[in-house]
């Protein structure tokens, strides 16, 4: 039997900045990994956008927005730790916008109306602010404040940071069950024998629902990634994030550009399909038309963990000494560090923020997609 203070389940980007923030606070973390390499946050582009993301105003927002503050100062002390660079970049995001667009009655975010200043750009003002738009862009929405990370740098940096704090990180060790009694988890069942620790923490994002009837199920996301400046001397020629209706457009420093995301209901159907890269390239290159002669680099997808309501469930669940950190769906790097802050507050000093009860698990109880955990 494996023992530890506190067991992490999943070794995600999650699961990863719940364990340095615990680590920091003193307790003996072990985080169990099923495959690293397979965690949705190799998947993502990295985009941190509560705002072009139009979420309505609300916990969620409130949610993005607090974490989006965080980032500045979260991977400075990351990339001092580790001596990794995280590709952190508040470099805004454009929303442009077609006529067709407009037609169809794409409307600013309500939270557009709590902004000191419209972020509305006319035609002449967008085409000016990035040179390359295609000219049937009508004008659009630009969020100063939304920013990027490179999320497998990123990644690359948590696992650093944990390794260097000692955290206990086992990889490909998948949890096959959890076991509870007297409404306590009673220890886990993993590949190389079982674990228990005083209190655990559930962060296995797309594959939850294996362990705890939780209604997240996996959305697929297929991406693939352009050379933008594949000649020496030439420079980025982007130098924001553009957030189209169907698709995104991320520059990279080092001259990439990832392109994102198909959002496809197809369970934990592998691979990149003809349909999901031709759709991503038809709309990216109809938003930014010099794509089309860029060199492409990588295809890839992964699997974000979707739950009803598209927000992640966060904190207490039915059993005493297990939380449950999931379900982040498109916001899961944006919502590391405010997730690590609250739930590292939650168990070591027992201090629960107000905001956690718009993310509880009970939301979903009496409804449809019923979490029985008896
Ligand atoms: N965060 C954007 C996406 O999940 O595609």
């Known amino acids: ?5 506190i067991l992490i389940i999943g070794g995600g980007i999650i699961g990863l900045s719940v364990a340095i923030e615990l680590r920091l606070c003193g307790a003996a ?10 965690a949705a946050a190799h998947a993502a582009a990295g985009m941190l956008a509560p705002q072009a993301e139009a979420l309505s105003s609300g916990a969620m ?45 794409l409307t600013p975010p309500d939270q557009c109306q709590l902004l000191p200043s419209s972020p509305w750009l006319d035609q002449a003002a967008i085409q000016q602010h990035q040179p390359g738009l295609s000219p049937k862009v009508v004008g659009g929405w630009w969020f100063p404040e939304d920013a990027q990370v490179d999320n497998r740098a990123l990644a690359q940096v948590l696992w650093a940071a944990a390794t260097q704090l000692g ?16 409404g306590r988890v009673i220890g886990v069942e993993a590949l190389l024998g079982e674990w228990q620790a005083e209190q655990y923490v559930l962060a296995t ?5 294996e362990l705890l009837p939780v209604p997240v199920s996996p959305r697929k996301g297929q991406m693939l990634s352009v050379q933008a400046s594949p000649f020496e001397g030439t420079a980025q020629p982007l130098q924001q994030v553009l957030f189209g209706s169907q698709i995104y457009i991320v520059p990279r ?35 930014y038309p010099c794509l089309q002669d860029f060199p492409v680099q990588e295809f890839w997808w ?23 950190a999931t379900g982040h769906y498109r ?24 905001l956690l009860a718009h993310f509880d698990w009970q939301r979903f109880t009496n409804t449809n997609d019923r979490l029985s955990m008896s």
């Open 253 to 287: 420093q080092d001259g990439r550009i990832v392109i994102g995301a198909t959002v496809e209901d197809v369970g934990f159907t592998p691979s990149n399909t003809p349909a999901g890269i031709q759709t991503l390239l038809r709309e990216a290159i109809a938003l």
């Open 302 to 324: 992964g699997f974000r963990p979707a739950t009803p309501d598209e927000c992640p469930i966060l904190g207490l669940s039915p059993y005493d000494n297990l939380i449950i």
């Open 205 to 209: 994002g797309a594959w939850s629902a």
């Open 29 to 38: 973390v072990t985080v169990l990994s099923r495959n690293f390499k397979q």
């Open 61 to 105: 927002l409130d949610l993005c927005l607090r974490s989006r503050s965080l980032y500045p100062d979260w991977t400075h002390k990351l990339e001092i730790m580790t001596g990794i660079d995280t590709g952190y970049w508040p470099c805004g995001i454009l929303a442009p916008a077609f006529a067709e667009d407009i037609k169809n009655g």
């Open 167 to 182: 955290v206990n990180l086992c990889e490909g060790v998948p949890v096959e069950a959890i076991h509870h009694q007297h």
């Open 331 to 354: 916001n899961g790097i944006l919502l590391a560090p405010v997730t690590a802050k609250l739930l590292s507050d939650l168990i070591v000093h027992r201090k629960v923020d107000p």
């Open 1 to 5: 039997m494996n023992k530890t203070d």
